[in-house]
């Protein structure tokens, strides 16, 4: 079985101007200790993925279709009270900013303790060498010292460090990461995603990591989707979709990486920008910006298999062709 | 390795160190105002806690008082007695005790009145600001109705009824209790609306999010996390809420719907001194007046420079 499971799984927020999906069709799933990539652009609905699989979004938007399994318990039903053994305990979440995701006015010790006498029986003193534990493992210096000190007196890295502690407290059987880099600077992040890593090795956790740094994602994931719109428009594994991108869209985020040997070329980019929600395109969405639309692309693609992934593109097949031409044409 | 996290942890600061290094700490010592206004309320609340101690006669004790004693001036005066210092009142008493007790009745009632307020105020603001949609709008309401009615209006109102129902007797029993609950219950939105509006701006931020995904219960939420984030405008509001308290409650007195005669509070000797004061009988109503002012003064300008404080971005050049 599964450890999580979603089907058809559509998120919706009620507008004055009618109901605007956020996420359509969302299906997955994802093994014990099995670590997946969700990239996209921003507006992608990424992160209100990480939320809905929580149960957590906020007003307007609902879960209005679909489902989330997490071993084979559906988590819409259950109630509030129930939900909250899952949430911190079972599944724990990190967010992008650290600076902003640790109460300035509470201890990281306070902090800690108090997330697992929320789930856990135990007395404070049980609570503290558990949460010190927790900080030796992120390989925090000085881990005793950081108990009593204030989210202002850590560096971002280090607090950083401090969240991936928390949402480890639980021992969690999956860890959702919504960018967890992104406010970092270079070195720290190639830090952090090493430790988080590795504890998700170590311990068996499952992963399930939004960025949009391709980069992370490659170095971190065994699968990966590509979100556009609300949807997913590709998936499969990571070296597949790294190497041989299928879908237009994902290729174009591979070509708008800088590559580090090329000097003096433009960087290709996208053109455009994600249409809002409201104005998504009939068909495909990508369609608007994409390069090898046609009159096919008005509806809706299904998934095809193509190479090792999954592609909701009309125009894969042609794709395939002409690229497989052009390597001839380079070859003869 | 425990050696050294020992050794680490001796090195962590204690509260008085973290205190005394505090930005807090530091603006109190380079602000005069602050320091002097400080000085001054400390001096009121020891004479209110001491006055049993520090009060020559007790003014509450009908023994101890003597008619003949009635409206010597204070003793710098001519006809003035050196045992009344500040000289006495219409019934005899020592005015110098008076003012003492008097200044612990102000206080207890301004500060007790501000508890209720902020209990009530904070409760309320918390749970429209975190639950918002339609609990919000109805709680806040009835806010704005509540604050529709002036809270002389409501005070006059409801004491001048229970004074009428229960009779004079039960009234000044209860008439510490009483002025307490009515200007606590009247004066409670202001905290409701400061709270909300601190509530609303915290709760978007992500340390809440994340607290929610740590599977914590909302009350926790509220007064663990989110509450602790807006005590620096309560704190800033306590100190005006507390001044305005004691005048609200001055003000009924000197209209006769606050503290009786027997148990006064400065409000209630500025007015019993009123009816003399043509008669060049000042100092019974101008020296508790003065009192008063003071001490609302100071609180207030320790609720400015507080603000100022807790409030970086109003940084003054």
């Keep these: 079985m599964a450890l999580l499971d979603v089907k058809n799984l559509e998120v919706s927020f009620g507008l004055r101007s009618g109901a605007v999906k956020a996420l359509r069709d969302i299906n997955f799933s994802l093994e014990r200790g099995e670590r997946i990539g969700v990239v996209g652009e921003s507006g992608a609905g990424k992160s209100v993925l990480g939320f809905s699989i929580l149960n957590l979004i906020s007003q307007p938007g609902r879960i209005s279709a679909g489902d989330v399994r997490f071993e084979g318990k559906s988590l819409q039903n259950l109630n509030d009270k129930d939900m909250r053994t899952i949430r911190g305990n079972r599944i724990a979440m990190i967010f992008q900013d650290p600076m902003m995701t640790l109460n300035p006015v509470l201890t990281i010790g306070d902090q800690m303790i108090e997330c697992l006498l929320a789930h856990r029986q135990i007395s404070k003193a049980a609570a503290r060498k558990i949460a010190l534990q927790k900080l030796m493992q992120v390989q925090i210096p000085s881990p005793e010292t950081r108990l009593d000190q204030y989210p202002h007196e850590l560096s971002g890295g280090m607090r950083q460090r401090i969240v991936i502690a928390i949402g480890l407290l639980m021992d969690p059987d999956l860890i959702i990461a919504d960018e967890p880099t992104t406010a970092l600077d270079v070195t720290i992040q190639a830090e952090i995603m090493e430790l988080m890593l590795e504890l998700c090795e170590r311990n068996n956790v499952a992963l399930i990591l939004i960025t949009h740094d391709l980069g992370v994602v490659s170095q971190v994931t065994q699968r990966t989707m590509v979100m556009y719109a609300g949807r997913v428009i590709e998936q499969g594994p990571t070296n597949e979709i790294i190497n041989d991108a299928q879908h237009p869209y994902t290729q174009g985020l591979i070509n708008a990486l800088p590559q580090m040997g090329v000097r003096g070329e433009r960087l290709q980019q996208i053109r455009g920008s994600m249409p809002s929600l409201q104005a998504i395109p009939k068909g495909c969405a990508f369609s608007n910006r994409c390069d090898y639309a046609s009159e096919r692309c008005r509806v809706i693609p299904e998934f095809t298999r193509s190479g090792g992934c999954l592609v909701a593109c009309h125009m894969v097949e042609e794709l395939v062709a002409q690229s497989e031409n052009k390597a001839q044409d380079g070859g003869a | ?317």
């Design chain 2, 1 to 317: 390795m425990t050696q050294t996290s020992s050794a680490l942890a001796d090195e962590a600061p204690t509260m008085m160190q973290r205190f005394v290094k505090s930005h807090f700490w530091h603006s109190f010592k380079i602000d005069r105002v602050a320091q002097l206004s400080f000085m001054v309320f400390v001096a009121y609340i020891l004479m209110a806690l001491l006055a049993p101690l520090l009060a020559p006669f007790d003014p509450y004790d009908p023994a101890s008082i003597d008619i003949m004693n009635s409206e010597l001036p204070p003793s710098w005066q001519e006809e003035g007695e050196s045992d009344f210092w500040l000289g006495t009142d219409a019934q005899g008493r020592d005015l110098w005790s008076t003012i003492l007790y008097g200044t612990r009745v102000s206080l207890t009632i301004g500060i007790c009145a501000v508890l209720l307020q902020a209990l009530l105020g904070i409760c309320i603001g918390l749970v429209a600001g975190y639950v918002g949609g339609k609990v919000d709008s109805l709680l806040m309401r009835m806010a704005d109705v509540q604050l529709s009615f002036s809270t002389m209006m409501v005070a006059i109102v409801v004491l001048a009824v229970f004074q009428a129902t229960f009779g004079t007797q039960l009234y000044q029993d209860l008439a510490m209790v009483m002025l307490i609950l009515v200007i606590g219950i009247a004066e409670w939105p202001q905290y409701a609306r400061t709270v909300r509006a601190s509530v609303l701006a915290e709760k978007e931020k992500e340390y809440v999010d994340a607290a929610r995904v740590m599977g914590l219960r909302a009350p926790r939420i509220m007064f663990r996390h989110i509450l602790p984030n807006t005590l620096s405008p309560i704190l800033v509001i306590s100190t005006v809420q507390v001044a305005n308290a004691i005048i609200s409650e001055a003000a009924l007195s000197f209209l006769g719907l606050g503290m009786p005669v027997s148990q006064p509070s400065l409000g209630s000797l500025i007015s019993s001194g009123f009816e003399f004061i043509f008669s060049g009988i000042w100092w019974i109503t101008v020296i508790p007046g003065v009192v008063l002012v003071v001490l609302v003064l100071v609180m207030n300008l320790l609720g400015d420079w507080l603000r100022d404080v807790l409030n970086p971005k109003l940084y003054k050049g």
